[in-house]
């Protein structure tokens, strides 16, 4: 499979250990209260039980850095993924924490790819969502024709309602950026319960 994948907003214990099972690359926990999907702190005590060899990624939006310092170092998490109106600053210093930084935009027609020049070195991806108020969790797909705007060589995730019926579209994108395919509402029985034996036809589909 060229693409990494990340299954995104984990929070039931049995669920996350079937998913782990599956050795997808990154797992999400959001820690955005707003979210359905939003992690406890007693589900948040699993995280340090996924396989090492899978990346943890703590999600946030528009949280206090320090906040967000507090949980990665207590979940042991591996990356964080900044899904608000976070600064340039703000990324660089959770880069400095040694974890990889993921910096979300949602993409519509009328979005300015320029803003993410400055950001580039202050992150290790992009991560490219549908626009929506609730910041992500839409089920909706945006234009990735939009993405011909995307100048810099940034490597980026794909977001944003992502279905099993888009495997072969992913399979056949030439992108060289396109570093992973986040998945999340599309394969879920209710909010935060991941649907297993689809999540499994989507992996082989992909290979």
């Not at 699993?46 to 320090?66: A, C, Q, R």
Request: glycine content about 6%; charged content about 25%; aromatic content about 12%.
């Amino acid at each position: 499979m060229k693409q990494k994948i990340k299954v995104c907003g984990m929070k039931q214990a049995a669920n996350i250990a079937a998913v782990a099972d599956l050795r997808p690359n990154y797992m999400g926990f959001i820690f955005y209260q707003k979210s359905p999907r939003y992690i406890s702190e007693i589900s948040a005590e699993l995280i340090k039980y996924v396989p090492s060899e899978i990346k943890t990624v703590g999600v946030f939006v528009d949280e206090d850095i320090e906040t967000v310092k507090a949980l990665v170092a207590k979940h042991y998490l591996k990356a964080v993924q900044l899904h608000g109106k976070e600064t340039v600053d703000f990324c660089r210093e959770i880069k400095q924490m040694g974890v990889e930084v993921i910096k979300a935009f949602g993409v519509h027609p009328d979005f300015d790819f320029s803003i993410l020049e400055a950001y580039e070195p202050a992150v290790d991806y992009f991560l490219f969502d549908t626009q929506t108020p609730a910041h992500g969790g839409s089920g909706k797909v945006f234009d990735w024709t939009l993405l011909v705007k995307y100048q810099l060589d940034k490597p980026y995730f794909l977001s944003g309602g992502i279905d099993l019926s888009h495997a072969m579209q992913i399979k056949n994108m030439e992108d060289k950026r396109l570093y992973a395919i986040d998945i999340n509402s599309k394969f879920e029985l209710s909010p935060g319960l991941k649907d297993v034996g689809k999540l499994k036809e989507f992996l082989k589909e992909l290979n």
